[in-house]
């Protein structure tokens, strides 16, 4: 062995904050020491030990066919010989834009960033452009990213840190961002530029949006005049088809995107009607730009998912998720470990209370009740990865076969008993 988990986190903790570059890696919120991934193939990946683990991480969303997909690494190999950045259109960007469009219905033109916390911080910018106005509402618990205006009561970001704001981030920063309860339409006046949404919050768990949610506002922001903006970097082509917009028939005014549309490289984009998208330099007067935007090897990892992804995907990814959910929920029945695995389409969470929770309170209460971290380490011990924090959700994907899903329930049913001690 030429490296230890160990030594690499020894290493790392001398030249990184925390051995790791976000947070949540860092293992803080479950205690012990991260595994170094050395490599990774469909639903495994190796650490650096030579250890296996059935991956339900996939790099929370990214990975929705698996890690190193056949398809997408020889796209990414195709375009490598070709240059990797140019600072000139290309084709692949214009189809990538295309392909996004015509999934989403509603969405007309859209710019591409290098993550989804440039998507939304452009769409917000974008919003309070068009509209001429300030206010940000944003909801407790859902994450958009970390820019400094929508770190406010940020979900997994920074709640995986047990921080309830963000240190550097000045009062004037977040003097226009309003924080409301999630799943209660808040009062919108004609101040508010735009308000943003999950429409299914993921990065408190999985909470689903209550009936009439997010239609209520739908309603109120075109009562106000704001912005509605729907948050899909998570939701986006890993709901469904055509996403949240798709999937609860609310149109937002604008989206960000970001995730499943890289294939595992940076990317990201937000995107709005075309009138709307006008207000975008050089059209309009809203600036937004970046050095590595719409990236070859991006774009092509992206196009080469969105080919996997067809309709019939969603419908196996939904069959894998409710294998995996069902067989969850039984496990923890039969250890007697109070839990419960909501899922949405093929979004699966996992809370260790009888409650589902529907806002950050409730999430909160029960993610502090320490049981999350003792079942992480024994599920782990028996190869299988979950996100090493309370607040993400699981990322069945397309390369969970029957026999990989049912291999990781046997280790949940023993994990399951051995948390109930
Ligand atoms: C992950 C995430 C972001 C931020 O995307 P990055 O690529 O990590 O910058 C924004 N919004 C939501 C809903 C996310 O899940």
Known sequence: MTHTNADLFARGQQVMPGGVNSPVRSFRSVGGTPYFVERAEGPYVWDVEGTRYIDFVQSYGPGILGHAHPAVTDAITAAATKGTSYGAPTLGEVELAERICDRIPGLEMLRLTSSGTEAAMSAIRLARGATGRNTVIKFAGCYHGHTDSLLAAGGSGIANQGLSGCDGVPPGAVADTIVAPFNVVPEIDETVAVVAVEPVAANMGLVAPAPGFLEGLREACDAAG?????DEVITGFRLGYGGATEWYGVQPDVWAFGKVIGGGLPVGCYG????????ISPLGGVYQGGTLSGNPLATAAGLATLDVLDRGAYTELERIAARLADGMTAAFDAAGLPASVPRIGPLVGLFFDEAVPSNFDEV??????????????????RGVALAPGPYEILFPGLAHS????????????????????
């Open 226 to 230: 704001a912005m509605l903006l729907f």
């Open 272 to 279: 709005a009607s075309r009138e709307i998208m006008g207000h």
């Open 364 to 381: 909160q209460a029960i993610a502090e009740n320490g049981i999350y971290p003792t079942f992480f380490h024994e599920l782990l011990q």
């Open 402 to 421: 029957d026999e990989v899903i049912d291999a990781a329930l046997e280790a949940m049913r023993e994990a399951a008993v051995a948390t109930v001690g």
